[in-house]
Every structure is written in structure tokens, then in C-alpha cells.
């Protein structure tokens, strides 16, 4: 079924009673080319992405709980290319190019909101580093403004400008960055993937790996042993735990992060603004509430809730940068799962076990990277050669000392 302004018209007109699910409910095969592990917007992405660009058509996507139930569905939905290396910048833009046609491609509406995504600078030297980002994002192909801070006064005049400690020097606004619907991005790629023949298979949990004279040859599963050519891992937070079942130990660490969204209220901020003297990011989605985060909780975790301190310090930064925001009430906050890597920076690449692939350390800077991610790792498990745009993403970077350190705060998970 494909959706148009004429089907809505069409469906209106006999009660809405010809909508049809998005996803079929399929029972897990025997085998597979193409295994993927994790249903979360990466795992999706890749399925899609393998199904419409690479021509697989024998693919399963396993997830242990149901569709959104990870990450996909508790971030803040903020989509940018706004990176600094080399080893990053590229991959982002693709992804923002994805992003660009992804509803017209998967025909869904993901609610994709270019309103433009301002880092505030407080100190002349942000501003030289944030003039050196921008002309880095304009040399690879995307859209960067350097800000002062009377063109941050137009557009935002309510901010605390003059906050003796932070006082708002300027930004660095990239206009083609905004949000998109979270979920909207999961049930389009489910969709599009499940109408080209790809299982999509709920509440089956992988629980080994099938490893035959060294080489993965399937998966065990709650729901018994699926035979594939290839399995490739995008359990995001749970990498670490999945990845120890095939017995590798990974540079990566699990910590969590919490979000925040406000009773609803009327539109004041159209875009979104991160503040540069702390960590808080702030938003307001079409239902009015403000949606807001900042800092990871500073201690490994696999449970999909924060603690208080954070609470308080994404209060401290809020209020900070927009003191009007007190006034507003929190109707609800909730946790994810963050698969940090030691350099802050993404893995896309074959495992030292053959036929085994991983996608991981998206750190909490993952859902901007759903369509570019999918995209280059069904581009490696259907060549088996890396994307041009994801080279970089090595697993052996952290052995080479190739690291990716877009932060440049050294390996340390909890600072990137
Ligand atoms: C509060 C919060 C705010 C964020 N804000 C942003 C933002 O504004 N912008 C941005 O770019 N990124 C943001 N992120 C990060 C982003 O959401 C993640 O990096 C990204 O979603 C991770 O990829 P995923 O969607 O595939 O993960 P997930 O949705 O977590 O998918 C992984 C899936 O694997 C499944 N799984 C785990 N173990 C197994 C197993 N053994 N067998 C089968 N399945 C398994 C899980 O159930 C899960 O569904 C945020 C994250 C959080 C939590």
C-alpha cells in the first residue's frame, strides 16, 4: 500500500477501515543470506538500504523486544552535519543528504524538519574553533553560518545574552540540520524494508553466535538457530553484551542517556540551540513540549534510566542559557542505552571472525546517522568493501592509533 494525499482522501471517505499493518509478523526461517541483529533504526536502515540498493533478498532483521523499543525511540531527534574531521564530516553530509529525499524514498512521513541547529559560542576562542568547523563543513559539500551576536539575537532574542559567566558571543548555525520523528524513521525503514521481503522478527533475542571452524555461520536465538551467510550486529547500547557471546571485547562502554520534554506550549523556539559553556541541547516538537537534554550519566550502565544528578545539571544548563524555561513543567524524562566508543567516533567493519560485521559506537550522536549508517553497512556486507565515506570507521583504529577524536578528549567515553 502506498501512501498519497489521494489514499488519505479515499480512506477518509470509507472509515479509515483499508489501512493495513506496516510490517508483516513473520516466523523466523532456517536461513538467511543476511542475518541483522537489532531492530533499531541502524538495523532497519541496513535491511532497507540491502533490500532497495543492493538487490538481497533474503534478509532478516532480529529484534529482542519490539520496534523502538531501543534508541530509535528515545532520542531528541536532532539531525546535523556540523563534524570537524575528515574521518567524520563526509559521512555525516551523506547522511544529511539521505535525509533530504528519505520520506519521498520509503514513502512515510518521518516529519523531517530542516529548522536549523545553532552551537552557541561564550568565548572567542569557540568562535575561532566553531569558524574552523564551519569552514571544514563548507569544504565538504555542507552549509555552515558564523553567527554574531546580534544575528543570534534575531532569531532567539529571549536567551540570557548577558549571563556574566557565559555570555552569548555568536554561533555557529547550520540551517539545513533540524529534527525528524523518531519513530516516524523506525516504521518507515520497517516498512519500506518489509515490502521487499525482508523478515522483520520481534521479540527474538540473539543468545550466541554460531561459530563453525571460526566462521559465523548464524545465530542462536530464543527462537531457535537461524543459519546466514553473513550476520551483522547493530545493537547500539548492547554491544558490548552481544558482541561478548562471539567473544570479543570491544573499545566500547555503555552508559546512559537522559532526555526530557516539557508540558506543551506555545511555539518559541523553531529551531534547535545547544549551549556551549555546558552541555544542554533544546528543541520544541509540534506538539508545543520543549525537548531537552544534555550530559550522559558519568557511570557504566545497561538500564534505560538517568539518575538525579543529571537531572539537575540539564536543569543548571537550561536555565543558564534561557532562564524562562523554569516556568515550564517536565512531563517526562527517560534513558537510553549508549554504546560510547574511545574516541567518540562510529565503527562500521568486518570482525576478526569472518562473516561476522558490527555497527556500533554511535555514541549519543546516532540517529542523525541512521540513513548514512545503513547505507554504507549494507554497502560492506554486500561487497565487503568499506563505503568511500565510511573508510575511517575501522575497528583496528584503536590498535593503530587512528582515532577519530572529534572532541579531542582522549579515550574517555563518559567526555565525548
Ligand atoms: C535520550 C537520548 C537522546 C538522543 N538524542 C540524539 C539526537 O538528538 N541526535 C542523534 O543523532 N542521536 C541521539 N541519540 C542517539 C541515538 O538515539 C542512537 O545513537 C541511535 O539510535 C543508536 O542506533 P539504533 O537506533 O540502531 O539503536 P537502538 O534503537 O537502541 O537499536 C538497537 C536494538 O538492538 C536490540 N537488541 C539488543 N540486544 C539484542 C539481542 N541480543 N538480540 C536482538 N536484538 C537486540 C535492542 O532491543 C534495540 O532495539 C540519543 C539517544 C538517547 C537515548
Not at 519490539?66 to 531527534?77: K, M, V
Not at 544575528?151 to 540570557?160: I, K, S, T
Not at 532526555?259 to 545547544?274: H, M, Q, R, S
Not at 537510553?336 to 576478526?352: C, K, Q
Amino acid at each position: 500500500m502506498a501512501y498519497s494525499g489521494f489514499r488519505l482522501f479515499a480512506e477518509a471517505l470509507r472509515g479509515h477501515r483499508g489501512w493495513r499493518p506496516l510490517w508483516r509478523d513473520p516466523e523466523p526461517q532456517a536461513d538467511y543470506d543476511i542475518v541483522i541483529v537489532g531492530g533499531g533504526g541502524h538495523g532497519l536502515s541496513t535491511a532497507y538500504y540491502l533490500a532497495t540498493r543492493f538487490g538481497q533478498a533474503r534478509v532478516a532483521v532480529l529484534e529482542k523486544g519490539w520496534l523502538g523499543s531501543g534508541n530509535i525511540g528515545r532520542n531528541t531527534t536532532i539531525i546535523r552535519s556540523n563534524y570537524l574531521l575528515p574521518g567524520n564530516q563526509p559521512f555525516y553530509e551523506l547522511s544529511m543528504k539521505l535525509w533530504e529525499g528519505l520520506e519521498q524514498d520509503f514513502n512515510l512521513n518521518a516529519m523531517v524538519s530542516q529548522r536549523g541547529v545553532l552551537n552557541l559560542c561564550h568565548t572567542d576562542a569557540q568562535r575561532d574553533a566553531y569558524r574552523r568547523r564551519g569552514n571544514a563543513m563548507i569544504l565538504s559539500g555542507a552549509d555552515a553560518e558564523l553567527l554574531d551576536a546580534e544575528g543570534v539575537r534575531a532569531m532567539y532574542p529571549f536567551l540570557n545574552f548577558d549571563n556574566a559567566r557565559f555570555p552569548i558571543k555568536g554561533g555557529l548555525l547550520q540551517r539545513r540540520g533540524g529534527t525528524a520523528r523518531h519513530d516516524g524513521v523506525a516504521w518507515g525503514y520497517a516498512r519500506g524494508a518489509d515490502r521487499r521481503g525482508v523478515d522483520i522478527i520481534q521479540h527474538c533475542e540473539v543468545t550466541g553466535f554460531l561459530v563453525e571452524d571460526g566462521v559465523c555461520k548464524g545465530v542462536e536465538t530464543n527462537r531457535g538457530t537461524i543459519r546466514a551467510a553473513k550476520v551483522g550486529v547493530a545493537v547500539a547500547g548492547s554491544t558490548g553484551r552481544v558482541m561478548a557471546k562471539a567473544g570479543m571485547r570491544l573499545p566500547i562502554e555503555s552508559f546512559a542517556l537522559q532526555a526530557f520534554v516539557t508540558e506543551g506550549l506555545k511555539p518559541c523556539i523553531d529551531g534547535v540551540i545547544t549551549f556551549g559553556a555546558g552541555h544542554f541541547y533544546i528543541s520544541q516538537s509540534d506538539k508545543g513540549g520543549l525537548v531537552f537534554g544534555g550530559d550522559i550519566d558519568s557511570y557504566n550502565s545497561y538500564a534505560q534510566r538517568g539518575n538525579l544528578p543529571v537531572v539537575e545539571d540539564v536543569a543548571e544548563g537550561g536555565m543558564a542559557l534561557m532562564p524562562m524555561i523554569g516556568r515550564a513543567r517536565v512531563l517526562r524524562s527517560w534513558g537510553g542505552v549508549m554504546d560510547m566508543s574511545m574516541d567518540g567516533s562510529p565503527i562500521i567493519d568486518r570482525t576478526g571472525i569472518p562473516g561476522l560485521y558490527l555497527n556500533a559506537g554511535w555514541c549519543y550522536g546516532g540517529f542523525k546517522a541512521t540513513p548514512a549508517s545503513g547505507f554504507c553497512f549494507a554497502h560492506l556486507l554486500s561487497t565487503d568493501t568499506p563505503h568511500e565515506v565510511a573508510r575511517a570507521y575501522r575497528l583496528d583504529r584503536f590498535a593503530r592509533g587512528a582515532l577519530i577524536d572529534e572532541k579531542g578528549a582522549g579515550a574517555q567515553p563518559n567526555l565525548h
